[in-house]
């Protein structure tokens, strides 16, 4: 395979995308966002163990293997706690926009840090894909309260958090396997499940049809796997590529499919943003392996 960067980061798309549209078709008002993170946590278990079994059951245990693979998780778990509360307490509307330019630090960060260099199709891409991300997550007349700065400082925290993870998690596939990473990831996650719990609203907690967990976790599983395929494609790929395709792939691929099985007719914004993001997309794909090395 020429450009297995390109395999994995289409395969986060598909399985983001999925997820996000059947998220977006089974989410109910009674069932906390909390819950729904303490389910998926326990999904990472099953690609986690698949990974590791690949590799003949080995883990880097040394501490700079620790630290750096507890960073990433910690990274993309606390930042999905900030982003709950954040949608709490502010818009959406706003604060999507704002998370969905975190690929911004993991470019900036992997010029200047890791040296990574794209040619003139791969900028031109990176430049459209970024344009797209805010297009997706944008929607009007969101009802959020935007009293108090509050949410806009989450919005920011969960942005820098997002951008750093996937730095990270580049510089790391240079010193320790991916199914190691994955695994500080899935560890992190379940260890955060006790801080899900005490953000959860109780009476909502008290209300929960357990008998809708298979349904969940099904769902769930899929942004697992995908988070594990990202790991792969930023071991073979360039984090400044992979960000931003990943990034604006997977909201097109959740618009596509919404406007398919909710019958969503989507406004000119996001029209515009499913456009942007084929054209980002291709141009990824078609930049010369040779503009992907290091300079």
Not at 209 to 237: H, K, M, T, W
Request: hydrophobic fraction near 55%; glycine fraction near 8%; charge should be neutral.
């Amino acid at each position: 395979m020429q450009k297995p960067w390109l395999f994995f980061a289409l395969a986060v798309t598909i399985m983001w995308g999925l997820w996000g549209a059947l998220t977006a078709m089974l989410l109910k008002d009674d069932i906390s966002s909390t819950i729904i993170y303490a389910i998926w946590a326990f999904t990472m278990i099953i690609p986690c163990l698949v990974a590791l079994k690949l590799v003949g059951w080995k883990l880097e245990t040394d501490k700079r293997s620790v630290v750096l693979g507890c960073t990433i998780g910690l990274l993309g778990s606390g930042g999905q706690m900030l982003l709950f509360h954040a949608v709490d307490t502010g818009p959406a509307y706003l604060i999507f926009p704002i998370v969905s330019l975190s690929p911004l630090i993991t470019i900036v960060l992997s010029y200047l840090l890791l040296k990574e260099r794209t040619g003139k199709l791969g900028t031109a891409g990176i430049v459209l894909a970024l344009v797209t991300l805010p297009l997706f997550e944008y929607s009007e007349g969101d009802s959020a309260s935007m009293q108090g700065l509050v949410w806009f400082v989450l919005a920011l925290a969960v942005m820098a958090a997002w951008g750093l993870q996937a730095y990270f998690m580049k510089l790391s596939n240079n010193h320790m396997s991916a199914e190691s990473i994955f695994f500080y990831m899935t560890i992190t996650a379940l260890m955060l499940i006790p801080v899900a719990y005490f953000m959860t609203d109780k009476q909502l907690l008290n209300s929960f049809d357990f008998s809708e967990v298979p349904s969940i976790a099904a769902v769930q599983i899929l942004n697992s796997i995908g988070a594990l395929c990202l790991v792969y494609a930023f071991r073979y790929g360039k984090a400044m590529v992979v960000s931003p395709l990943t990034n604006a792939g997977a909201p097109l691929i959740s618009s596509v499919l919404s406007i398919i099985l909710l019958g969503i007719i989507p406004g000119d914004l996001k029209i515009l943003g499913i456009a942007l993001a084929v054209i980002a997309a291709i141009l990824l794909a078609i930049e010369p392996e040779e503009s992907n090395h290091k300079v």
